[in-house]
């Protein structure tokens, strides 16, 4: 219940008594059940909760492997919640144990409807997260886990959104990898092996086989539970020789079934077959050239020979040669659409050509991937992952080793190349062996006594060089003078974008002063975070979600999910002109101004409390309620209560004096118990929520029409005051009328006396 009603709930008992001195009069004018727009009595004294801020969901579920495409995400309803809104933030990389390491608040994305749309709110307790539209056994995504919290609002009611809820994490339905087929292994079988679905989900295992390449028209052969990874096909003496092609599925709990695995050709090996090739190696291909990969094997002049190609990337087989013959073309080089930092492994079939025509096949040579001696080649790599940082004599450079063998990256030799334009002439200015580097967490770092704009690397491995790594640049230093905004008014910079959201909260301002250094300085990012030292979000110019980079240096953070009585911690992270930087500035925290009516809603949380203290307001006797006393607040100051008869009117005057109930901590907590070390202090009044001076008094007459008047001033979190003079009191209780509410910064404002009756 609200201050100003109680107040002329009070003045209703009072009002009678100046008609009639009789006590039994007296009862006989108040009825305690009345069929009108007013309470009954009863019912007024009788406090109802109201609906503030709403709870989270105090569950949320997420797909565990059910789908191959598509991560489903529910949650439980939430009591006057009207829609939801949903985050989502995707782990990419495993902890020691083999978890997926959970992400952090600022890892976390609104999921949008489309390009520049703001949140989608959700009108259900159920989504359907699209994550592939064409999914296939090669799509990193499979070895991602996606992370989802939900939060609960009410915009049409304004009730305070939830907080979110804790991170649930969900997958994939992911296919089983490397498919492999015997090839000419045996002659009346073909065997097929896979590694696992990394899916928990997994029940079992579909086996396909198909007469085409491609693995089309190809027909079920075979199923296989969950803890099996091979399965034996069967070949009749006719169909030896054949090449056929597999994948296999995986099925789930649910029936459903992962995409294909990669196709793997097979065959059993048919009568008067060649003899198998048994030493493929590479001679030209661990590092020597960025270019090309040379292997050779031994052979006879009445062979001919296909070379296949498979990569730690795709363990499907890929042909390179169709027919290689003669008695000196045992050799291949592979200069096809190699990529560096992948490996990738030869094989060679033998096969001959009988009278009529057709093939027969020997045994694929044992050279590949699983091989005890496979024929293992790479691309000589340039180093990636790298790092420019600033330093008082120059600059330090970090990077990623390329990749490689022991000896071969003992060999390496690492050149850095400097420009003052990202697309220039590059030139030597350093250059360091593997042998005089330490490798630290998968890096190196050297110190540079150059200062360029711009670098470059590539890997020198004794007479070759790689192709050059991408362009990296010094990191920024970092802004100074970050001052973040509180409870200010920003409407005549920030024009029509000057909006509260649905809490009642207004954006809040971020501004800085370049870096000592800042001809480097492209632009910048803003991050956010509920937490000081972790949970960071980077934000969005406008909250478009596209676009993040800020030119200039102030950004307005028009925060959707901000609440009241919650601080936000900021920082800002200068950019180079290829949007890198390290360097961030000091961490600053602000919160928004609110709208007049959330304002009168916070105040009104303060008063409500205050008033509980008071006893004779409080007491079933209607004559009981008149006279004087005074309650204390928790923390300091007092509420002066005094109801009385003067003339033909009813009075009562409520006085504070420095009343205050309780402290505003970091976390949004408001409570009586002291600030810890950590606690911030928040506001005007060394950490009090709010700290009230002033009257709040109620005068009517026999027709229990009246008014109330007095202003009450207020410190804290939200300076301002609340003014009651244009509020009018019908039938013995606040019935039409106007708060005044001036909040720090702002003109006067309105606010209809139903605020708070909501």
Not at 144 to 163: C, D, H, L, Q, W
Not at 609 to 638: N, R
Request: aromatic fraction near 12%.
């Amino acid at each position: 219940m609200k201050a100003n009603k109680k107040f002329a709930f009070a003045l209703s008992l009072i009002l009678p008594l100046l008609a009639t001195s009789c006590a039994d009069m007296f009862q006989e004018k108040i009825p305690m059940n009345i069929n009108s727009g007013n309470s009954s009595l009863a019912e007024l004294l009788v406090e109802k909760t109201p609906v503030t801020e709403l709870d989270a969901p105090s569950q949320v579920f997420v797909s565990q492997g059910d789908n191959g495409s598509t991560i489903t995400v529910s949650w439980s309803a939430v009591e006057n919640a009207q829609s939801y809104r949903l985050e989502r933030a995707i782990s990419t990389t495993r902890d020691s144990s083999g978890n997926f390491e959970e992400p952090s608040e600022g890892d976390f994305q609104t999921i949008t409807t489309g390009v520049g749309s703001t949140a989608y709110i959700y009108d259900t307790t159920y989504y359907e997260d699209k994550i592939l539209s064409d999914p296939n056994y090669l799509s990193d995504e499979y070895g991602y886990k996606y992370f989802y919290r939900v939060m609960a609002e009410n915009i049409t009611k304004g009730y305070g959104s939830s907080e979110y809820t804790e991170p649930a994490g969900g997958t994939l339905f992911a296919p089983p990898s490397e498919t492999i087929a015997s090839a000419g292994k045996y002659k009346d079988k073909i065997e097929i092996t896979w590694a696992k679905s990394s899916s928990t989900s997994t029940t079992g295992y579909d086996i396909y086989r198909s007469k085409n390449s491609d693995g089309s028209s190809s027909t079920k052969i075979g199923s296989v539970k969950s803890n099996m990874t091979s399965y034996v096909n069967k070949i009749d003496e006719a169909d030896r020789g054949t090449e056929y092609y597999y994948t296999v599925y995986a099925k789930n709990r649910i029936g459903e079934s992962s995409v294909a695995s990669s196709i793997a050709m097979g065959y059993a090996q048919a009568d008067g077959a060649p003899i198998q090739v048994t030493d493929v190696h590479v001679t030209e291909g661990r590092g020597f050239n960025n270019s090309d990969i040379s292997i050779v094997w031994s052979g006879d002049s009445e062979t001919h020979y296909t070379v296949y190609r498979t990569s730690s990337k795709d363990s499907a087989l890929t042909m390179l040669a169709a027919d290689k013959s003669g008695s000196s073309n045992y050799t291949y080089t592979d200069s096809e659409n190699l990529v560096p930092g992948i490996y990738y492994y030869y094989l060679v079939q033998s096969w001959k050509l009988q009278e009529d025509g057709t093939k027969i096949k020997g045994q694929m040579s044992d050279s590949g991937s699983k091989s005890k001696t496979p024929a293992e080649g790479f691309i000589l790599s340039s180093p990636t992952g790298i790092v420019i940082s600033k330093t008082g004599s120059g600059h330090q450079i970090s990077w990623e080793p390329s990749i490689g063998g022991i000896a071969e990256k003992q060999n390496y030799i690492y050149k850095v190349y400097g420009s003052e334009t990202a697309n220039g002439s590059f030139s030597p200015v350093a250059s360091f062996t593997a042998a005089e580097l330490m490798e630290y967490e998968g890096k190196y770092t050297a110190m540079l006594s150059t200062t360029s704009k711009y670098y470059m690397m590539t890997t020198i491995n004794g007479s070759a060089e790689s192709s050059p790594s991408e362009v990296a640049a010094p990191a920024p230093y970092a802004p100074r003078s970050i001052t973040v905004s509180a409870y200010a008014n920003l409407s005549s910079e920030m024009g029509s974008s000057w909006v509260a959201n649905n809490n009642g909260v207004y954006p809040v301002k971020i501004t800085w002063t370049p870096p000592a250094e800042s001809d480097d300085v492209a632009g910048y990012y803003v991050y956010r975070s509920e937490k000081k030292n972790k949970g960071w979000k980077l934000l969005s110019v406008n909250n478009d979600e596209k676009t993040f980079m800020v030119t200039g240096n102030t950004f307005y953070d028009i925060n959707v999910s901000a609440r009241t009585k919650k601080i936000y911690y900021y920082r800002v992270l200068s950019l180079n002109s290829l949007q890198g930087g390290a360097n961030y500035s000091d961490i600053k925290w602000g919160y928004g101004a609110l709208t007049a009516a959330q304002y009168m809603r916070e105040y009104n949380f303060m008063v409500k409390g205050s008033q509980k203290k008071l006893k004779l307001m409080w007491k079933s006797g209607s004559t009981d309620k008149l006279g004087q006393e005074t309650a204390y607040g928790t923390l300091g100051g007092s509420l002066s209560y005094d109801a009385h008869i003067s003339g033909t009117s009813g009075r009562v005057i409520m006085h504070y004096s420095d009343y205050a109930d309780y402290y505003i901590h970091t976390n949004g907590k408001i409570d009586a118990s002291p600030l810890d070390s950590e606690d911030e202090i928040i506001g005007t009044a060394n950490g009090l929520f709010l700290l009230i001076n002033g009257n709040t008094n109620t005068s009517a007459g026999m027709d229990m029409a009246g008014s109330m008047d007095g202003t009450v001033t207020c410190k804290g979190m939200y300076p301002g005051s609340v003014g009651y003079d244009g509020v009018q009191i019908k039938g013995g209780a606040a019935g039409g009328g106007y708060y005044k509410i001036k909040r720090e910064g702002f003109a006067d404002e309105n606010v209809s006396w139903t605020v708070g009756e909501e």
